[in-house]
C-alpha cells in the first residue's frame, strides 16, 4: 500500500495535534447543550473516532451514509440516503465529515437536516479544497485546508482502498489506472 504513495501531505502526529485542538473547541462550544455528533460513512470514520473520543462532555452517536454518483474522484451532486439517523429534533447536531470539495454533499446535508428540525446544526471537517467548490458552502470548522489535488488516508479513499493510512497523502498516478466505481 506505502508504495502506491507519491508523497505525505499531512502526517499523522499533525492531524492528531488538530483532532486534539478540535476536541476542545467542540467541548467548550457544547457544553451546556445536547450534543448529537454525525458522522458521514466512510470516509469520516477515523476522523470521527479519534475525535469523539476526545470530547469531554455528554455526547450522543449516529451514524449516515450517502452515495454520490460519478466518476470516483469527484462528486456528482446526485444523493441517496443509504442510512439515516435517528430523531435529530432538539438535538445539537454536529456533522462529521472527512473533505469539503465540491460543497454539493455539504449543501445537500444542511438542506437535508435542516427540514428535520435540529436544535442547531453545524458541521466540523477535516479537509477542505475551496478551489473546487460548485456550491456556497462551508464547514463550520476546518482542520486542514488543501491544494486541489486527490488525497487518500484516513478515511479517504481511492475506488474503496488507502482508507487505513493513519495520514493524508497524494497517489502515485499509477493508482488511477484502474476502473471507476460507485463512490461513498
Ligand atoms: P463534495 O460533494 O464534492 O464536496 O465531495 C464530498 C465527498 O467526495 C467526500 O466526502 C469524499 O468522499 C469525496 N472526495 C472529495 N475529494 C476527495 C479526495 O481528494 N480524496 C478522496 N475522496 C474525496
Ligand atoms: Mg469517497
Known amino acids: 500500500m506505502l508504495a502506491d504513495i507519491e508523497r505525505v501531505l499531512i502526517p499523522a502526529e499533525q492531524i492528531q495535534a ?3 485542538e478540535l476536541a476542545k473547541i467542540i467541548s467548550e462550544e457544547y457544553k451546556d447543550k ?4 454525525v458522522c458521514i460513512l466512510k470516509g469520516a470514520m477515523p476522523f470521527c473516532a479519534d475525535l469523539f473520543r476526545q470530547i469531554t462532555i455528554k455526547a450522543s452517536l449516529d451514524f449516515m451514509s450517502i452515495s454520490s454518483y460519478g466518476a470516483s474522484t469527484q462528486s456528482s451532486g446526485v444523493h441517496r440516503i443509504m442510512k439515516d439517523v435517528g430523531d435529530v429534533f432538539g438535538k445539537d447536531v454536529l456533522i462529521v465529515e472527512d473533505i469539503v470539495d465540491t460543497g454539493l454533499t455539504l449543501a445537500f ?5 435542516a427540514r428535520r428540525q435540529p436544535n442547531s446544526l453545524k458541521v466540523v471537517a477535516l479537509l477542505d479544497k475551496p478551489s473546487r467548490r460548485k456550491a456556497d458552502v462551508k464547514a463550520d470548522w476546518t482542520g486542514f485546508e488543501i491544494p486541489d489535488e486527490f488525497v487518500i488516508g484516513y478515511g479517504l479513499d481511492y475506488a474503496e482502498h488507502y482508507r487505513n493510512l493513519p495520514f493524508i497523502g497524494v497517489p502515485k498516478p499509477h493508482v488511477y489506472e484502474k ?3 460507485e463512490e461513498n
Open 18 to 20: 488538530k483532532v486534539t
Open 34 to 37: 445536547n450534543l448529537m455528533v
Open 109 to 113: 446535508m444542511r438542506d437535508y437536516f
Open 179 to 181: 476502473p471507476d466505481i
